[in-house]
Structures are given as structure tokens and as C-alpha cells.
Nanobody, 128 residues
């Protein structure tokens, strides 16, 4: 049974940093692209970042480019999201998602049907 578990969320001040982790079990982690999504209260879920199985290219939403960094450790079945220079508008529930392929689609951020396993989310709150 596939399990996806996020951790590392919490409260941070504007300008601060947090590092999210996502551990996936019950699957061949190294074979799939992975992504982070987030959903703020009253808003639709949006793509934050995507990383293919081989980590060669990474993709980011314009709103986080230059501040967030996605990475993965296939030996540990773990995905990371380093979030720096946090802003109040980064406040959201952050979700880890397992892709259906080993690469990120051009439409990675909007094609949520391309992800077949999701975690329960970890809350990130940024105070001003």
C-alpha cells in the first residue's frame, strides 16, 4: 500500500525559512516524478514545484521561483522543499504528490490528474 507523508510545516516569520519533507513508501520512489502543491484557504490548489525521477531539471511556479528549491533523495524515498524568504502569501497547506510518469509534464502545475498519490498535507503559516 502506497503511503505519502509530509512533514516540516509550521509557523515562520516573513523572510524566514522552512524545509518540508515528504516520505513515500510502498512504491518504487526513484521511478516517478514528484511534485509539491499548495492550497490556501478559499483558493484552489496550485502547483509549486516538480522534479523528475533523475532530478536533472526542476520546475517552479513563478510565485516561488528563486525562493524555493525542490530536491529528492531516491535512496531515502524522500522529497524535499526548501522554502526561503517566506512571505505571508505562502501560507497554505502543502501537499506532496506522486506523478504517473518519470518526468514532469509541461503542464505539471495544472494537470493534477497526472498525480495518482497524495499526502495529507502539512500546514505552513507565515506571519508578517
Amino acid at each position: 500500500q502506497v503511503q505519502v507523508v509530509e512533514s516540516g510545516g509550521g509557523l515562520a516569520q516573513s523572510g524566514g525559512s522552512l524545509r518540508l519533507s515528504c516520505t513515500a513508501s510502498g512504491l518504487t520512489f526513484r521511478a516517478y516524478a514528484m511534485a509539491w502543491f499548495r492550497q490556501a484557504a478559499g483558493k484552489e490548489r496550485e502547483g509549486v514545484s516538480c522534479i523528475p525521477s533523475n532530478s536533472i531539471h526542476t520546475y517552479y511556479a513563478d510565485s516561488v521561483k528563486g525562493r524555493f528549491a525542490i530536491s529528492r533523495d531516491n535512496a531515502k524515498n524522500t522529497l524535499y522543499l526548501q522554502m526561503n524568504s517566506l512571505k505571508p502569501e505562502d501560507t497554505a497547506m502543502y501537499y506532496c504528490a506522486v506523478g504517473r510518469r518519470d518526468y514532469c509534464l509541461v503542464s505539471w502545475a495544472s494537470s493534477q490528474y497526472e498525480y495518482n498519490k497524495w499526502g495529507q498535507g502539512t500546514q505552513v503559516t507565515v506571519s508578517s
